[in-house]
Nanobody, 126 residues
């Protein structure tokens, strides 16, 4: 059974930093697409940053230059380092994964993501 365990959210002031982690277990496929998605109150889900084994990482324009995604294959864990946070980054963040060969940008725009971790709240206060 594939499980994603997300952690690392919290409350931070404008300009602060947080690192989200997503530990993957039970994933026995060679091709991994994994990413971070977020949903703010009253808004739809958006792909923030995604990583796939066959492509360079993808970042939404709103986070380029501030967020960095990495996947540690030894630890089977994805990380999202978030710097220079703004109130617009406030949302529940979810990590999602799929066994697929796909462009990272396409995965971040995917409608169907079969595996999800529990959301972690990120709140940026002014």
């Amino acid at each position: 059974e594939v499980q994603l365990q997300a952690s690392g959210g919290g409350l931070v002031q404008i300009g602060g930093s947080l690192r989200l982690s997503c530990a993957v277990s039970g994933f026995d496929f060679d091709d991994l697409a994994i990413g971070w998605f977020r949903q703010a109150p009253g808004e739809g889900r958006e792909g923030v940053s995604c990583f796939t084994t066959k492509d360079n990482p993808y970042y939404d324009d709103s986070v380029k230059g501030r967020f960095t995604i990495k996947y540690d294959n030894e630890k089977k864990t994805a990380y999202l380092q978030m710097n220079n946070l703004t109130p617009e980054d406030t949302a529940v963040y979810y990590c999602g994964a799929k066994a697929v060969i796909i462009r990272a940008s396409a995965f971040c725009r995917s409608y169907y993501v079969p595996y999800w971790g529990k959301g972690t709240q990120v709140t940026v206060s002014s």
